[in-house]
DNA sequence: GTCCAGGGCCGTT
DNA sequence: AACGGCCATGGA
């Protein structure tokens, strides 16, 4: 059986993974020192490029500890320092261009603004960050997700690898599957529900994928088994 | 030691 | 349009 439905995973994900809390944020820093929480994601969205997240932890914690977690002091701070306080985070010279240019970006055209920012029709907001060098797809739709809660979907390798092995019957590029996301899951949703159902799903998507779905699977006792082609093949 | 992680860009076919 | 090389650290 091939095209497997996104609603029918979405309920096995969530039985497995109930609710989980993807993007935490330092709400007592940001409370402290009246900074935007949302720039903490800004940031965490550009140092986990093709990274792992505990790596961007270091690099967070780093710049708390110099209460730099804020688009002024990207802006303020030399290069040089930035590099050095995100290094755990690896490509740290393009990361620092790219911080910079965001928040360069924000700073000019909305005033360090991140309502006035967000505010903004989200698919004219998509479109003028991916304008920006080193904001693609993913960095851009996770930006407008967990940062400014957009309904967007967000697709990344472990989302591709799913459909393939389940298979979902869709182009495994990134604008087919967010659109195939998009549409099944917008059926049954809508508003504030449909937002928190794109966070819950994408996230519970990278921890099943980690757990189970490697690039070795890792079959047994997979809670998507039941449904799933490739598994059946190996068996 | 090797592999790879919550990508994206740029140059070559 | 598709593909490969590149960016770099730290944990498994």
């Known amino acids: 059986m091939r095209n497997k439905n996104l609603l029918d995973i979405y309920t096995i994900l969530t039985k497995k993974y109930k609710s989980l809390n993807w993007w935490p944020i330092d709400k007592k820093y940001h409370e402290k ?21 505990s790596n961007v932890e270091k690099s967070l914690e780093k710049l ?4 730099k977690l804020d688009i002024n002091s990207i802006i303020q701070s030399k290069p040089k320092e930035l590099s050095e306080m995100i290094r755990s985070s690896g490509f740290f010279n393009q ?4 911080l910079r240019e ?4 924000i700073s000019n055209k909305y005033n360090q603004d991140l309502d006035k920012f967000f505010s903004k029709d989200f698919k004219k907001l998509r479109t003028e960050l991916l304008s ?3 904001i693609g797809p993913e960095t851009a739709d996770s930006i407008l997700l967990y940062a400014g809660e957009k309904p967007v979907f967000v697709v990344d390798a472990y989302t591709k690898r799913l459909c ?11 604008d087919s599957i967010q659109k195939h996301f998009e549409k099944e899951l917008s059926k049954k949703y809508s508003g504030e529900e449909l937002i928190e159902v794109y966070n819950q799903f994408h996230a519970q998507i990278v921890i099943f994928a980690k757990e189970f779905c490697r ?10 088994s039941s449904i799933c082609d490739y598994t059946n093949k190996l068996l």
């Open 33 to 53: 020192n009246k900074t935007d929480p949302r720039f903490e994601i800004i940031t965490g969205a550009i140092l986990t490029q093709n990274t792992a997240w």
């Open 64 to 67: 708390k500890e110099k209460n």
């Open 95 to 98: 990361k620092t261009d790219r």
């Open 102 to 105: 965001i928040s360069m970006h």
């Open 132 to 134: 920006l060098n080193g």
């Open 164 to 174: 393939q092995r389940l298979p979902i019957d869709v182009e495994i590029d990134y």
């Open 215 to 224: 690039k070795k699977p890792v079959c047994s006792n997979c809670p998507l």
